[in-house]
T-cell receptor
Framework: GDSVTQMEGPVTLSEEAFLTINCTYT??????LFWYVQYPGEGLQLLLK?????DKGSNKGFEATYRKETTSFHLEKGSVQVSDSAVYFC??????????FGTGTRLQVFP | GAVVSQHPSRVICKSGTSVKIECRSL??????MFWYRQFPKQSLMLMAT?????????EQGVEKDKFLINHASLTLSTLTVTSAHPEDSSFYIC????????????FGSGTRLTVV
């Protein structure tokens, strides 16, 4: 079945550092891809999405590009802040409209 | 925006007892809710899809008698872990569709269940 693989964390960075969290997927067809973020004590929130190849999703300085050739959707941010500390989940919607999640990657940003 | 409230956020119970987790949509009606479970360092796994007024649809490998789901109203779905065992200890999270289309999901903040 469809699956999502993302890098294990935690990812520990200093403020203003560049962030990359890798995500690759396996799916039949061309699923829509998502990044969700979970701040401490809160539910998952949609961060960004991309619905077709070469689409770039962006929000709050985060970006991810849907790469069909490498089946990837890596999350990037040029300059992280302490407030970005959270758990980030890569996900896709399969052909039955179910969300399939990766394992989540904890990001810790220190001043 | 749409808010899903999940309660309790943490619960510790003894083996053999039952635990109920509530998932409420606060400012919208949710005809469909989803229950997920997350093991340490693993993905959020969909356990079941809960539809208001009808039986839940369970994913393969999920024990229906162990994880009872009730969706009696348009704003409340409950997950009851019956006769809990330590291996049921996990993080449970619910979500609800907030509209039409594929992208309208709102998630609760999750429940950390520890069975001792």
């Amino acid at each position: 079945g469809d699956s999502v693989t993302q890098m294990e964390g935690p990812v520990t960075l200093s403020e203003e550092a560049f962030l990359t969290i890798n995500c690759t997927y396996t799916a039949t067809g061309y699923p829509s891809l998502f990044w969700y973020v979970q701040y401490p004590g809160e539910g998952l929130q949609l961060l960004l999405k991309a619905t077709k190849a070469d689409d770039k999703g962006s929000n709050k300085g985060f970006e991810a590009t849907y790469r069909k050739e490498t089946t990837s959707f890596h999350l990037e941010k040029g300059s992280v802040q302490v407030s970005d500390s959270a758990v980030y989940f890569c996900a896709l919607i399969d052909n039955t409209d179910k969300l399939i999640f990766g394992t989540g990657t904890r990001l810790q940003v220190f001043p | 925006g749409a808010v899903v409230s999940q309660h309790p956020s943490r619960v510790i119970c003894k083996s053999g007892t039952s635990v109920k987790i509530e998932c409420r949509s606060l400012d919208f009606q949710a005809t469909t809710m989803f229950w997920y479970r997350q093991f340490p360092k693993q993905s959020l796994m969909l356990m079941a899809t809960s539809n208001e007024g009808s039986k839940a649809t369970y994913e393969q490998g999920v024990e229906k008698d162990k994880f009872l789901i009730n969706h009696a109203s348009l704003t409340l779905s409950t997950l009851t872990v019956t006769s809990a065992h330590p291996e049921d200890s996990s993080f449970y999270i619910c979500s609800a569709r907030t509209g039409t289309g594929k992208y309208g999901y709102t998630f609760g903040s999750g429940t950390r269940l520890t069975v001792v």
